[in-house]
Every structure is written in structure tokens, then in C-alpha cells.
């Protein structure tokens, strides 16, 4: 079992740019779920997808969005990048209420 | 307004010694009570998880010890090793909010040889 697997591990962008996530989810996990941690803080809850809909939303802006694949795969998107995006974003699966997290994708913005 | 208070943001140990990490939680309908162990660059990793049904739950070197009335949980590493020099969350969830983690702040452990 190959357990969350995230792309890529670090990418650098530039403000105002787009970047996509994403994330396969452990075997047998139908939830997929995406953090949000900055440096010395806990991981924030930035949304959820189940059955490729969007389930649940944490405060976080429109500019963050998402999508599930029928594999159970899923994507997160964020638009018009800002400096304060510079984060560890975290991708975590689930079937009922274990969740499982990935490695993570780095991503900084300047 | 964070849901769980996580405390103390960090702590150093002794080998052999025991952490103790506390957190609090003020959402009665929470029902789920995960820690989670972070290395630096890596993702978390689930270690130990607890029901407000139960007071304790042990796993190896790891405890839980939950309060329902104090609305309180911690931690407790014990035979501290280099090894587990880490930071560890603590997080609560609900399935009436489909086990969507809070988590707690974060506490670096510091395992001194």
C-alpha cells in the first residue's frame, strides 16, 4: 500500500500565479481532504471532497478550490497567488474517521 | 478561533524521561481524538487515538488520558527517546462535521541524550 502520495514535493511561484496540487489517496479512501499548514503552526482545514463534491469548506478565500476524480483523486487549485499562501499544504484521505496524510507539498511564493 | 488549545508549545526531555503534552477543547459534539507526530518536511502521522468513551488508551510507550468532564486530553511519552524528538498535534474531530480535524497549535518535543 502505497499510502497518500502528493505532486509535486516543492514548487516555487511567482505572486499572481496559478498552481495545482495534487494528491492520490491510500487504497479503500474515499474522502480527500486538504490542509493548510505555515511554518510553526497546525495544519487548517481548507476543504474536503467526497463522492467528487465538495463536502465541507474552511475559511479560506474562493481563490482555493478543488476537485475529486472518481478514482478518488483530487486536486487543489489556488488562483492570483499571494506571499501569504507560503505553506506546507497537506493532503489527507480517510474512510470514516482515520485520517491518513501525505508528505506534503511545499510551496513557496515570491 | 482555534477549537483546540494545545499546551506547552514546547518542552525539552531527558532520555528515559516522560512528555506530557495537554490540550483542551471547548466542542461537546467532538468525538474523535487523534494525536498526530510531525518530523520536520514530512507529513503528519497518526500515533494514538482515543473515544470519549474511554478514560485511557496505551500503545507501547505512548498514553492517552482523556477527561469528558474537563473537556481535556493529553499525552504522555514515556522512556522518552532521541528518537521521538518531534511535534506532536493533538486534533479533534466529529462525525456530525464529517471528522474534519481541528488541531491543536503544536508542541516541539526536544529528546536530550
Known amino acids: 500500500d502505497a499510502g497518500v502520495t502528493q505532486s509535486p514535493t516543492h514548487l516555487i511561484k511567482t505572486r499572481g500565479q496559478q498552481v495545482t496540487l495534487r494528491c492520490s489517496p491510500k487504497?479503500?479512501?474515499?474522502?480527500v481532504s486538504w490542509y493548510q499548514q505555515a511554518l510553526g503552526q497546525g495544519p487548517q482545514f481548507i476543504f474536503q471532497y467526497y463522492e467528487e463534491e465538495e463536502r465541507q469548506r474552511g475559511n479560506f478565500p474562493d481563490r482555493f478550490s478543488g476537485h475529486q476524480f472518481p478514482n478518488y483523486s483530487s486536486e487543489l487549485n489556488v488562483n492570483a497567488l499571494l506571499l501569504g499562501d507560503s505553506a506546507l499544504y497537506l493532503c489527507?484521505?480517510?474512510?470514516?474517521?482515520?485520517?491518513?496524510f501525505g508528505q506534503g507539498t511545499r510551496l513557496t511564493v515570491v | 478561533q482555534q477549537q483546540v488549545k494545545q499546551s506547552p508549545q514546547s518542552l525539552i526531555v531527558q532520555k528515559g524521561g516522560i512528555s506530557i503534552i495537554n490540550c483542551a477543547y471547548e466542542?461537546?459534539?467532538?468525538?474523535?481524538f487523534p494525536w498526530y507526530q510531525q518530523f520536520p518536511g514530512k507529513g503528519p502521522a497518526l500515533l494514538i487515538a482515543i473515544r470519549p468513551d474511554v478514560s485511557e488508551k496505551k500503545e507501547g510507550r505512548f498514553t492517552i488520558s482523556f477527561n469528558k468532564s474537563a473537556k481535556q486530553f493529553s499525552l504522555h511519552i514515556m522512556d522518552s527517546q532521541p528518537g521521538d524528538s518531534a511535534t506532536y498535534f493533538c486534533?479533534?474531530?466529529?462525525?456530525?462535521?464529517?471528522?474534519?480535524?481541528?488541531f491543536g497549535a503544536g508542541t516541539t518535543v526536544t529528546v536530550r541524550a
Open positions: 489527507a484521505s480517510s474512510f470514516g474517521f482515520q485520517a491518513f
Open positions: 487504497s479503500g479512501h474515499d474522502t
Open positions: 466542542n461537546t459534539a467532538f468525538d474523535y
Open positions: 486534533a479533534a474531530s466529529t462525525d456530525s462535521n464529517d471528522y474534519k480535524l481541528s
